[in-house]
């Protein structure tokens, strides 16, 4: 029903940029929430934005704001990671759930969307 697969981690200096991609397979038109997660090893998944299919406001974690730009094109989601800092070094993890846009708001601040991908590794040195 739902299949997700993640490219575009690399290895980048702070400062740095780099696009994540997501390819998206899901059946359910206009119901649903795609969004990233970022998990360092040892460490609980957090957040780092979200929109619905539809349109919607993208929503950015505090820490990513002005710096990440959430992005749709047909059959996929990108994730612009601008101004890189040694701390965004994680794995980053594209992730859908099915729902309005409230309900989504609180399943992605809980890091808890139902379908996930495998992740992409993003390092950032200084």
């Known amino acids: 029903q739902v299949q997700l697969a993640e490219s575009g981690g690399a290895a980048v200096q702070a400062g740095g940029s780099l696009r994540l991609s997501c390819v998206v397979s899901?059946?359910?038109?206009?119901?649903?929430?795609l969004g990233w997660f970022s998990q360092v090893a040892g460490k609980e998944r957090e957040a780092v934005a979200f929109?619905?299919?539809?349109?919607?406001d993208a929503h950015y974690a505090d820490s990513v704001k002005g710096r990440f730009t959430l992005s749709q094109g047909e059959e996929a989601l990108y994730l612009q990671m601008n101004s890189l800092k040694v701390e965004d070094t994680a794995m980053y993890y594209c992730a859908a759930d099915i729902g309005v846009e409230s309900y989504c708001y609180r399943k992605w601040t809980n890091s808890a969307f139902i379908y996930w991908g495998q992740g992409t590794q993003v390092n950032v040195s200084s």
């Open positions: 929109a619905t299919w539809a349109g919607g």
């Open positions: 899901i059946y359910v038109p206009n119901r649903y929430c």
